[in-house]
């Protein structure tokens, strides 16, 4: 192989680990998806292939390493962002970053969940739709909890509608919180993975993180406090206008859902197109939209969104 079809990037410490990955994992999704040769002789990255490859290969090489500078976790899925965001050509993914204690910087993966983050730091009310796997939970919850752990409000708030629960609920043996918790455990799940579980038990305890069906946000004022409306699909016409105005002095919101998974009897009742529709353009309020291309879990999940969406347009749709 020629001189000229080999490029040699001078990396960190940090960057060239995250580069590289675990038993070099990372550095063969890169060969993978530009077709080149990746080899780690010290202080950086030597790329080999044919040019546009190499450019290609280069983009996420430092968008990967900047990441890793910046002292935010690198996955697998973050690797697979950068390459899909050097493939097509996509501006890199912002700098924002969630500063949490357990988890160390949370900073988003696409160019999406980027706008997202920055739309929850500049307005009160942010709605968030598409489909699953795309962080729009995740970020929220971080986000949130950062905002708590900083002081700049009082309270973290979920709120999910218990679509199933119904009169169920007061059947269910157990105090509130029990009764409840199975309805919320992906939340929770999503609290102790950023902040870790001691620290959320005691938040939990003084009362500051509250998770808790729609339903019981039913004529309350939520002050200083961030909410967030989860799987906001379910939630009816109704209760959406209810939950949405509950907002008090100095409170802030996040909205989100997929409004392909409507588990409503009456699809048509979901609140959450609704209000989108109604609210979209409205001032302090902001919608983020999400679409197969964002989803940041196992690989697997973004071809499958991609299948069930063609099969919702139809043929030549």
Known sequence: MSPESREFIPLSDAGLRAVSGPNSRHAALIEDAFHVLVETPGGGVSLAGDAKARAAAKRAVKSIAERADRGAEVSEADVRAATAAARSGAAPVGSNVVALGRRGAIQPKTAAQARYLDLMQRHDLVFAAGPAGTGKTFLAVAHGASLLLNGAVDRLVIARPAVEAGERLGFLPGDMTEKVDPYMAPVWEALSDIMGPEPLRRRRDKGEIEVAPIAFMRGRTLSHAFVIVDEAQNATRLQMK??????????????????????????ADSGLTHAIGLLEGVEGIAVAHFSAGDVVRHPLVERIVRAYDAETRGPGA
Do not use: I, K
Request: charge should be neutral; aromatic fraction near 0%.
């Open 242 to 267: 209810m939950v949405l105005t509950r907002l008090g002095e100095g409170a802030r919101m996040a909205v989100t859902g997929d409004p392909s998974q409507v588990d409503l009897v009456n699809r």
